[in-house]
């Protein structure tokens, strides 16, 4: 198998190189950029199976770099966020981050995480060679195995985790599930995220899928207790 390019977009030269140096030890292939907009340049165009992505960078920052590499490519991101700061978390992932870590983070942990979401990603590319198994919801039809959704025949652009919760929850229509529920089953025991983590992926996706978002047909929110899919 090839080896996985990984694009590092971190200014601080002392933790690039030492994330470099323990991704070329573990078989990755590595690129690095030290500012947004180099950053975002080499997105586009070296096409990397991951980008981890700090949040304060010189020129433009990694949420505007995000959302510029989200126009075009489903390419795994995950965000380098500082302690503390929540905020950073909930913008990334609203702005198509897949995942983040929190510096400081232990080297082993984040080398888990890359291989975590490449692994998902993977996971994606194969499942396009899959037998299509459409399901139709209203307007919208599903493909289970592809992992496409189509709204009035129209290909919508979903994250991996964005399809992997609506396909979750179409799957079991009317079945309430606590966002601590959906962490644990969506997102996997990989995942150290918060339950917001949650709210903002259904937030994403009812502004993909719905008509109007404020009041949605598919993603249903059961007040105090979590969400459900109901077929319209
Ligand atoms: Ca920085």
């Given at each position: 198998?090839?080896?996985?390019k ?14 470099k ?8 292939e590595?690129?690095a ?6 950053g975002?340049?080499?997105a586009?165009?070296?096409s990397p199976d ?23 490519s489903?390419?795994p991101?995950?965000?380098?966020t ?22 400081p983070?232990?080297?082993r ?8 979401n ?7 590319s194969t499942?396009?060679?899959e ?6 919801f ?10 496409e ?9 979903l994250t991996?985790r964005e399809?992997e ?22 997102w996997?025991?990989?995942?150290y995220?918060d339950?917001?983590?949650v ?19 598919y993603i ?13």
């Amino acid at each position: 198998m090839d080896a996985k390019k990984v694009l590092i977009i971190e200014d601080e030269k002392s933790i690039s190189d030492i994330i470099k140096f323990n991704l070329i030890k573990e078989g990755f292939e590595v690129d690095a950029a030290y500012d947004g907009q180099e950053g975002l340049n080499k997105a586009l165009t070296i096409s990397p199976d991951l980008i981890l992505l700090d949040v304060m960078l010189p020129i433009m920052d990694g949420f505007a770099v995000c959302k510029k590499v989200r126009e075009t490519s489903t390419v795994p991101i995950l965000m380098l966020t500082a302690k503390e700061e929540e905020v950073d978390k909930v913008l990334g992932l609203e702005l198509g981050a897949d995942d983040y870590i929190t510096k400081p983070f232990g080297m082993r942990e984040l080398i888990a995480r890359i291989k975590a979401n490449i692994r998902r990603a993977d996971l994606i590319s194969t499942a396009k060679n899959e037998p299509a198994n459409v399901q139709q919801f209203g307007n919208l039809s599903i493909d289970m195995n592809r992992y496409e959704v189509r709204k009035d025949g129209i290909a919508l652009e979903l994250t991996l985790r964005e399809f992997e919760l609506l396909k979750y929850l179409a799957e079991r229509e009317d079945k309430v599930f606590s966002r601590e529920q959906l962490l644990e089953e969506v997102w996997g025991y990989e995942y150290y995220g918060d339950i917001r983590t949650v709210d903002v992926t259904v937030r994403r996706l009812r502004e993909k899928l719905e008509d109007d978002s404020g009041n949605p047909k598919y993603i249903m929110t059961k007040r105090g207790i979590g969400y459900y899919f109901r077929r319209p």
